[in-house]
């Protein structure tokens, strides 16, 4: 394949999308959990249409789906590529400016609307394989959505690019892109018969070259202290103040399994939100291992915390419920090595040197891979996501629309 002449569409098209407001919100019960994620999938039924995609449809959950219609003899499985259109809660995604900062020199980039955001050479390490290359930034109010529109673009031009190269042979290819993935809830409504898939890839990773395998394992813990309220001017021996108990097992949480103090493969205790008064506190956690073993452990560790605080109050109860979150998708993906070996190989085709690492997180492809759907994350060059230091290069793009044609192309050639 010959990349040369191509007239990428891919920077152009991410920052259109990066204009359009797309944050999810975990409060709503809706689907998609905001009305302005149909903005974008409106805008892009109507792109992979020019293109000359089959079967483009936003469904009544604004799930995008869309067929590139097999050119080979061959009996192929079918693959598909998979992106999310929302941006994180974490990081105002409105009014976002993109700025392309051409032929990168190797300096800390001052961001122009709040001089205070400095995206430092020395914080970023992935900023020295840039030198000479175009970043986009964005001008330091707003998250600037690489994650994860930098991956829907990424396929819609790659799909370009199979249609305006007829003779590069490839099998059915399926375009899912999908709300709420940053909210947990990507692939609750996904409808995989519709999509008809055999395999899958998100393209939703960092750092170019890199191929993500695993995940964590994680669940959600709730646990609901109910304290005794009294008077407090005759509260003496009598109360016992929720909020004072659930303070005393949030000190009692392991310092070495936070978020904080942990990298790598260490699995981690997170609370992530605390609610009530004197009376009843809902302590939120997160859990995450990259073992389910390692999971329950640190379940079973936390539940043990809140009963040897909760003892020595003898009014007081508390509720401890866990519900499963998503699991480590290697153990499908292991069963099927051709997904990841054809990732590795297509990258390497294209001169890249492959990684393949674990996300400290999760995907829609975690989900997806444990609905039948045996589905890892492919890099789209995304750093410093959901944070105003957000920041894609050009070339990484390009590079991960020359995987994504690559992908498909083996599994054509490999049949």
């Known amino acids: 394949m010959n990349f040369l002449n191509y007239n990428y569409s891919v920077t152009e098209r991410f920052i259109r999308y990066a204009k359009i ?18 903005n974008l999938a409106k805008l ?11 079967d483009v449809e936003a469904d009544e959950n604004s799930y995008v789906y869309a067929t590139l219609k097999s ?3 061959k009996k192929v499985p079918t693959i598909c590529f998979c992106s999310h259109m929302d941006t994180s809660p974490d990081c105002s995604g409105a009014n976002v400016t993109p700025i392309i900062h051409k032929a990168y020199k190797g300096t800390d980039i001052i961001l122009p609307n709040d001089k205070t955001q400095i995206i430092k050479f020395s914080e970023h390490p992935a900023l020295a394989s840039q030198i000479g290359n175009d970043i986009i930034t964005t001008d330091g109010t707003t998250l600037l959505g690489a994650d994860n529109k930098a991956g829907v673009a990424e396929i819609v031009d790659a799909m370009q690019y199979l249609i305006q190269h007829p003779e590069i042979k490839h099998g059915d290819i399926k375009v899912l892109f999908t709300p709420d993935e940053e909210i947990g809830r990507g692939a609750d409504k996904v409808n995989l018969k519709k999509l008809n898939a055999q ?5 939703d990773g960092e750092t170019l070259g890199h191929i993500e395998n695993e995940t964590f394992s994680a669940d ?9 309220p ?25 310092a070495n399994k936070s978020p904080e103090t942990t990298e790598n493969k260490e699995p981690f205790i997170h609370p992530t939100s605390i609610s009530g008064g004197l009376e009843q506190v809902e302590i939120s956690f997160i859990i995450r291992a990259f073992s389910d073993n390692v999971l329950k452990q640190l379940e079973d560790e936390l539940k043990q915390i809140c009963i040897s605080i909760i003892s020595k109050y003898d009014k007081c109860t508390f509720t401890f ?9 290697k153990a499908v993906l292991d069963k099927h090595p051709e997904v990841v070996n054809y990732a590795i190989e297509a990258i390497q085709r294209i001169g890249i040197s492959p990684v393949l690492s ?26 410093a996501f959901h944070s105003k230091l957000e920041w894609v290069s050009v070339q990484d793009m390009q590079k991960a629309v020359q995987t994504i044609v690559t992908i498909a192309s083996i599994w054509e050639e490999k049949q």
């Not at 892009?44 to 089959?54: M, R, T």
């Not at 999760?362 to 789209?380: E, H, K, Q, W, Y």
């Open 358 to 383: 674990s996300i400290r997180g999760g995907t829609d492809g975690s989900r997806f891979s444990f609905m039948g759907l045996p589905c890892p994350n492919i890099f789209a060059g995304e750093h």
């Open 220 to 228: 959600m813990v709730n646990v609901v202290i109910k304290g005794f």
């Open 21 to 38: 407001d797309t944050q999810s919100d975990p409060t709503s019960n809706t689907c998609p959990s905001t009305e302005k994620q149909k």
């Open 199 to 203: 395999f899958a890839y998100t393209i």
């Open 321 to 329: 419920g866990v519900k499963e979150q998503y699991r480590n998708m």
């Open 230 to 254: 009294t008077h407090p001017g005759f509260a003496k021996n009598k109360m016992q103040h929720a909020v004072k108990i659930a303070s005393e097992i949030i000190t009692q949480l392991p």
């Open 44 to 54: 892009l039924v109507k792109e992979l249409n020019e293109i000359g995609l089959n």
């Open 71 to 73: 050119n080979s003899t």
